[in-house]
């Protein structure tokens, strides 16, 4: 028996699960990971927090992740400027479950949920698990968002949830600050919509955070990850800013005790490790800025890049390419954007060895 066999819902029939390809290759560049272990002394730290809360395993852990909840609201502020407190912040395991009980809460049957495509797979696919019917929205030939076609696309299909990728992840795309207000007002004028803003790989970015534009907007939400800037992508940690009232909302289909003590306590130990951990990110600002202008010198196209990847290309068989990276050792990513592949900046002896492949494949084209 199959998949097709089982009395699945209609909307999953045909699918596939999310997933990037699994392979033991010498230079791993294709999930967007940080390259960088965390440092011993945080290593330490994590054994410190996680043996206090071994011992108190035999009960649930903090239901409503207060001390999490207060330190992820410290960050935001410290690095933003932009003041948050505990009451405006929600945390669930990675943003995509983030994502889930925000279209849990304010998606599923009934309702719809449009983004712009190419961007994060899973907005659709998580839309599709809650039963909220996907819209693909529209992307100029560079990939940014036009705010003309966007609007009209808001009138006529009139979502409940819109969703704003910056950067964009496949492309590495920033949004700008003028386009989400349009966007966002657009979307208010037609019917209440949530409109979500996925910052997964802000620290990255050229560009400062849009976190501020929460100030008297309700219905807009900004989602964050400690998978990347916070090299932390085992521990699953995502998060939310929103109004206080978002974050009472999504409270009503959170599971009981989501976030394990264990969790809680990693994250807490990550958060005091900040300034050595961002130190890392400035590290992958460099090198991906160096791959962008060394691919770009092999006179192929990049698109500009606000993240830790870089999109690039263009090939006539993207697959056929990825193949003769492979086949160097070299694993990046096929997103089934047309004529492109995306990279992930990794340290710099990987980005030396990825160069070196695309180099040596490129002349054989």
């Keep these: 028996m199959g998949i097709d066999d089982l009395p699945v819902r209609d909307e999953l029939r045909g699918q596939s699960p999310y997933g990037a390809p699994q392979l033991h290759v010498p230079v791993q560049l294709n999930t967007n990971e940080n390259p960088y272990q965390l440092p011993e002394p945080l290593v330490a730290r994590i054994a410190e927090r996680v043996a206090e809360a071994a011992r108190n395993l035999n009960r649930y852990p903090d239901r409503d992740a207060v001390e999490l909840r207060t330190e992820l609201a410290r960050y935001l502020t410290r690095t933003t400027g932009f003041e948050r407190g505990l009451e405006q912040v ?57 705010v003309e076609n966007a609007v009209e696309a808001l009138a006529e299909h009139r979502p409940d949830v819109l969703f704003i990728c910056s950067p964009n992840n496949p492309t590495g795309t920033a949004v700008e600050r003028e386009t989400v207000l349009a966007l966002y007002e657009a979307a208010q004028a037609v019917k209440p919509t949530l409109v979500i803003v996925d910052e997964a790989y802000v620290e990255f970015s050229h560009r400062a955070s849009l976190l501020p534009l929460l100030e008297g907007r309700p219905l807009l939400v900004v989602t964050r990850t400690m998978s990347k800037a916070f090299g932390a992508a085992g521990l699953r ?71 830790n990847f870089i999109q690039f290309g263009t090939f006539e068989d993207p697959q056929a390419v990825w193949q003769a990276v492979l086949d160097q050792g070299v694993l990046v990513r096929n997103n089934g954007v047309p004529g492109r592949l995306r990279v992930t900046a990794g340290t710099p002896a990987e980005n030396d060895a990825f160069l070196a492949a695309v180099a040596t494949v490129i002349k054989e084209l």
């Excluded at 995502?238 to 264990?262: I, K, N």
């Excluded at 300034?275 to 990049?302: F, H, I, N, P, Q």
């Design 90 to 146: 929600w945390a669930a395991n990675g943003s995509n479950e983030v994502i889930q009980q925000l279209l849990q809460t304010f998606g599923g049957p009934g309702r719809s949920a449009l983004g712009f495509e190419p961007s994060y797979q899973m907005h659709e696919l998580i839309s599709r698990g809650t039963g909220t019917r996907w819209i693909a929205g529209p992307r100029r030939a560079d990939f940014t968002i036009d």
């Design 237 to 307: 940690l995502g998060y939310l800013a929103a109004d206080r009232a978002v974050v009472d909302a999504v409270q009503l289909v959170r599971l009981p005790y989501h976030l394990s003590a264990v969790t809680q306590a990693t994250a807490l130990a990550c958060l005091e490790h900040t300034d050595t951990l961002l130190g890392y990110v400035e590290k992958l600002k460099a090198e991906r800025d160096r791959v962008v202008e060394a691919l770009r010198a092999m006179g192929l196209s990049v698109t500009d890049s606000d993240s």
